[in-house]
């Protein structure tokens, strides 16, 4: 019983300590790193049919949110209230979309988290999207419809759950529709009124929705399988066929109005994005040889 105990502590020693050293990417957006992101939205998206004469929207490094009475993101150490704001559609009317990717490419196994406040207040019934994804080229922004827009895989997600399509994940230029066995609720549902969004939001403002509060996304992609995850609860799970093709890239914070509708009053609807980490998955060969070595270490130490 004791070997057995002293393997698990050795184990875990490992998988900590290799987690730990093959972090990627971690911003707390505490400083403003958009020298680290490339913009992409409605001016430069490589489409042209998409392109607009402007953007209608904000990109605002280093926020504080604390302005808006919002407290400091689940996974904030140190209490502070820093992060990336954005919004879309701030007077124009009409469609718009903002997409950042980080400068670093990220391929093979890894996990992708990230926390996320859609403030959700005034009127105006617009509904306007977060996105979040991976293995993007980086050249066109991410938006599941209205236009549809992107490539590697996204989720897209509303505050409110005004729309039929709540959450919904993209594939390499399609949406995946709803009724689809990837959506793991009782309905295969996008809409919010599924058991499983109900679940992870029973008490929100809009109870099955995050909006006006935090909640924090995980994206795993671990071999042919890639799981998106909210507040610890799966929520997508859906088979790659390559990596190379749809996940292997660059990693996208995006948002977007796909409505003409306004907020009212002016920005009253956006997304905060903050604590941003990758981290790479350590390969099983490579995490029993920790493990192994931690092992002989606690005997040498007998």
Same mark, same amino acid.
């Given at each position: 019983?004791?070997?057995? %105990?002293?393997? =698990?502590?050795?184990?875990?020693?490992?998988?900590?300590? +290799?987690? =730990? &050293?093959?972090?990627?990417?971690?911003?707390?957006?505490?400083?403003?790193?958009?020298?680290?992101?490339?913009?992409?939205?409605?001016?430069?998206?490589?489409?042209?049919?998409?392109?607009?004469?402007?953007?209608?929207?904000?990109? +605002?490094?280093?926020?504080?949110?604390?302005?808006?009475?919002?407290?400091?993101?689940? #996974?904030?150490?140190?209490?502070? +209230? $820093?992060?990336?704001?954005?919004?879309?559609?701030? @007077?124009?009317?009409?469609?718009?979309?903002?997409?950042?990717?980080?400068?670093?490419?990220?391929?093979?196994? *890894? /996990?992708?988290?990230?926390?996320?406040?859609?403030?959700?207040?005034? &009127?105006?019934?617009? @509904?306007?999207?977060?996105? !979040?994804? !991976?293995? &993007?080229?980086?050249?066109?922004?991410?938006?599941?419809?209205?236009? $549809?827009?992107?490539?590697?895989?996204?989720?897209?997600?509303?505050?409110?759950?005004?729309?039929?399509?709540?959450?919904?994940?993209?594939?390499?230029?399609?949406? !995946?529709?709803?009724?689809?066995?990837?959506?793991? #609720?009782?309905?295969?549902?996008?809409? =919010?009124?599924?058991? @499983?969004? %109900?679940?992870? *939001?029973?008490?929100?403002?809009?109870?099955?929705?995050?909006?006006?509060?935090?909640? /924090?996304?995980?994206?795993? !992609?671990?071999?042919? /399988?890639?799981? *998106?995850?909210?507040?610890? +609860?799966? $929520?997508?799970?859906?088979?790659?066929?390559? %990596?190379?093709?749809?996940?292997?890239?660059?990693?996208?914070?995006?948002?977007?109005?796909?409505?003409?509708?306004?907020? /009212?009053?002016?920005q009253s609807q956006f997304v905060i994005y903050d604590n941003l980490v990758v981290t790479q998955i350590p390969e099983p060969g490579s995490l029993a040889l920790l493990g192994l070595g931690g092992l002989a270490m606690l005997r040498r130490r007998r």
């Amino acid at each position: 019983m004791k070997t057995r %105990q002293l393997l =698990a502590a050795a184990l875990a020693a490992g998988f900590v300590a +290799t987690s =730990a &050293s093959a972090a990627i990417i971690d911003d707390n957006f505490d400083v403003d790193s958009s020298a680290n992101y490339t913009q992409v939205d409605d001016t430069n998206t490589a489409t042209v049919a998409n392109q607009l004469g402007s953007f209608d929207g904000t990109v +605002t490094h280093a926020y504080d949110y604390s302005a808006d009475g919002i407290a400091a993101a689940p #996974n904030t150490v140190g209490g502070t +209230t $820093i992060g990336l704001r954005m919004t879309a559609n701030d @007077t124009g009317g009409a469609a718009s979309h903002v997409s950042l990717f980080h400068n670093t490419a990220v391929s093979g196994d *890894y /996990t992708v988290q990230v926390d996320i406040y859609m403030g959700v207040t005034g &009127s105006g019934g617009t @509904t306007e999207f977060a996105n !979040v994804g !991976v293995g &993007s080229s980086g050249t066109d922004y991410n938006s599941i419809f209205t236009p $549809i827009s992107g490539d590697g895989r996204f989720l897209s997600m509303t505050g409110e759950g005004g729309s039929s399509s709540d959450y919904r994940h993209f594939v390499n230029g399609t949406p !995946v529709n709803s009724g689809d066995a990837t959506y793991l #609720n009782d309905l295969n549902t996008t809409n =919010a009124t599924g058991d @499983t969004y %109900q679940n992870i *939001y029973p008490n929100t403002d809009f109870p099955g929705s995050p909006g006006n509060s935090w909640t /924090t996304l995980l994206i795993t !992609v671990n071999g042919s /399988t890639i799981t *998106y995850s909210l507040d610890g +609860t799966a $929520i997508i799970q859906d088979t790659i066929a390559s %990596q190379a093709g749809e996940t292997d890239g660059f990693v996208g914070l995006s948002y977007g109005d796909v409505f003409t509708s306004i907020a /009212t009053p002016f920005q009253s609807q956006f997304v905060i994005y903050d604590n941003l980490v990758v981290t790479q998955i350590p390969e099983p060969g490579s995490l029993a040889l920790l493990g192994l070595g931690g092992l002989a270490m606690l005997r040498r130490r007998r």
